[in-house]
């Protein structure tokens, strides 16, 4: 499974942004997730979900702005971010894993496969 990121850019407080996260290969019963790391911050879970359908997960500082979803026809998971602030700014990353129960979906050590970033810069 290979991954590909997009969507990021510079965007104001308050704007959205949708990242892109188009998967090769079938996915159908994997679980992707989204992280993000900041200058000089740990890598933190921001929305997780399994490509099936069950469950998702949002951290709680995107709780309510953020939606993760996807597009089966795309092979493509989404990350709609709205309302955005500037400590939502980091490198994004999508990655995927066959079979995380949504108990491990926060750790990004259980991901096998990992897309390569994009940046998103939220200016105040």
């Known amino acids: 499974v290979q991954l590909q990121a997009s969507g990021g850019g510079l965007v104001q407080a308050g704007g959205s942004l949708t990242l892109s996260c188009a998967a090769s290969?079938?996915?159908?019963?994997?679980?992707m997730g989204w992280f993000r790391q900041a200058p000089g911050k740990e890598r933190e879970a921001v929305a997780a979900?399994?490509?099936?359908?069950?469950?998702?997960y949002y951290g709680d500082s995107v709780k309510g702005r953020f939606t993760i979803s996807r597009d089966n026809a795309k092979n493509t998971v989404y990350l709609q971010m709205n309302k955005l602030k500037p400590e939502d700014t980091g490198i994004y990353y999508c990655?995927?894993?066959?079979?995380?129960?949504?108990?491990?979906?926060?750790?990004?050590?259980?991901?096998?496969?990992w897309g390569q970033g994009t940046q998103v810069t939220v200016s105040s």
């Open positions: 990655a995927a894993d066959p079979g995380l129960l949504r108990s491990m979906a926060t750790d990004g050590k259980q991901y096998d496969y």
């Open positions: 979900a399994r490509w099936s359908g069950g469950w998702t």
């Open positions: 290969g079938r996915v159908i019963n994997y679980v």
